[in-house]
Structures are given as structure tokens and as C-alpha cells.
């Protein structure tokens, strides 16, 4: 089973915190996703990564970047978090353009 | 550029009876299509998919969806719901041979079924 794993399921931050979210995924996939969901808005994508250090904006890179040093896991960063960034943040990786995309069970970030 | 829009942000029904879920997307290419599921406080998971071929697809918890190339829609069906259905439901495409399969979904679609 694939599986795909998320470092926190809640984190509660404070404004103009860095903040990390990490994500493991386990079956050799070449591409990985970071989305955040909001209600009404359904998934927005905000970077994703095709290869080892490689990385592209998605719909709403502001006010974040990524970093992904291997191959397994790719990580999402909030140089300075603000309030807006409140929300749930989901993990995917997926092989290719046929196959399924598998996600993480996310983590509720709460920025105070 | 693609785009999806679920046409219903929330569905309520009753137990047993039948639903359908819209979806219609628009690209100029030809595309892959997905139905996923959201059960409450998890990730997404995959109830089916349209690569190719027959264009009625069957997934899993007995979901089917049909895909229309002239009117761009693939519409998620089940003929009778439970419970244990009531989820969140993002219809996603992806363009065949797209870089690093980004697939691009819609607002999502809150089925809730009542006893």
C-alpha cells in the first residue's frame, strides 16, 4: 500500500512564526504536491516538484516556499506565517499522468 | 488552461435513494478524469477513474460515473446511498502527458445523507 505521511495532523502557530510541514511519501514516486483546502474553495495547489530539487508554483505560491533534497520527501515552508494561512494542508504524490494521486491525511494549521 | 466546476456545492438525500454528482470540466486537450472521496477529518481517497475506453467507469462502494466527451461532464452516480456515504466528493483532471501529472480539481460537493 502506498502510503503517504504528514509530520502533524494540528498545529497551532503564532504570527510570524516559520513554520515546517513534511511530508514522507513511501513508494518511489516522482511527483509530490503540497494543496491547501479551504470550504468552498476546494483544493488549491501550491507547489509541486517533478524530479529531486525541482519545484514549480502552483495556483497560490505566495507567502510560501518548498524544499525537497530527496527524493521521498517534500516539505512545505511558511517563512512568516500570518492568519490568512489558517487552513488544512494536504500532501499528494502520484507516479504519472495515468495513476491515481495518493494523499496524506493532512494537517490542520491554526495561525494566531 | 483546464478548470472543473462541480455544479452542486451540496447534495442533500435521503437513505437509499439515488444521487448524482455533477462535473463538468473544459480543456483543449484530451484528459484523464478522477472522482475522489473525503471522508470527515481525512485525506482524499480515489473512487475511480477515467483514462480511456468504455466511457461508464465503476469504482469502489458501488459509484459509477460516465464519461460525455461532446458535453465535457463526467457526473458521478449511485443508485441507492448510506450513510455512511455522507463525504466530500472532488471530481479532478489531468491532460494526458502533462508535466508531473498535475491534476486540478473543483470546489467539491458535500453529499449528506439523512436516515
Known amino acids: 500500500d502506498v502510503k503517504v505521511t504528514q509530520s502533524s495532523r494540528y498545529l497551532v502557530k503564532r504570527t510570524g512564526e516559520k513554520v515546517f510541514l513534511e511530508c514522507v511519501q513511501d513508494m518511489d514516486h516522482e511527483n509530490m504536491f503540497w494543496y491547501r483546502q479551504d470550504p468552498g474553495l476546494g483544493l488549491r495547489l501550491i507547489y509541486f516538484?517533478?524530479?529531486?530539487?525541482?519545484?514549480e508554483k502552483g495556483d497560490i505560491p505566495e507567502g510560501y516556499s518548498v524544499s525537497r533534497e530527496k527524493k521521498e520527501r517534500f516539505s512545505l515552508i511558511l517563512e512568516s506565517a500570518s492568519t490568512n494561512q489558517t487552513s488544512m494542508y494536504l500532501c499528494?504524490?502520484?507516479?504519472?499522468?495515468?495513476?491515481?494521486?495518493?494523499f496524506g491525511p493532512g494537517t490542520r494549521l491554526t495561525v494566531t | 488552461a483546464q478548470s472543473v466546476t462541480q455544479l452542486d456545492s451540496q447534495v442533500p438525500v435521503f437513505e437509499e435513494a439515488p444521487v448524482e454528482l455533477r462535473c463538468n470540466y473544459s480543456s483543449s486537450v484530451s484528459v484523464y478524469l478522477f472522482w475522489y472521496v473525503q471522508y470527515p477529518n481525512q485525506g482524499l481517497q480515489l473512487l475511480l477513474k477515467?483514462?480511456?475506453?468504455?466511457?461508464l467507469v465503476k469504482g469502489i462502494n458501488g459509484f459509477e460515473a460516465e464519461f460525455n466527451k461532446s458535453q465535457t461532464s463526467f457526473h458521478l452516480r449511485k443508485p441507492s446511498v448510506h450513510i455512511s456515504d455522507t463525504a466530500e466528493y472532488f471530481c479532478a483532471v489531468s491532460d494526458i502527458g502533462g508535466q508531473g501529472g498535475k491534476l486540478i480539481f473543483g470546489q467539491g460537493t458535500e453529499l449528506s445523507v439523512k436516515p
Open positions: 516538484s517533478y524530479d529531486v530539487k525541482m519545484k
Open positions: 499528494a504524490s502520484r507516479k504519472g499522468g495515468r495513476d491515481e494521486q495518493y
Open positions: 477515467y483514462l480511456s475506453g468504455s466511457t
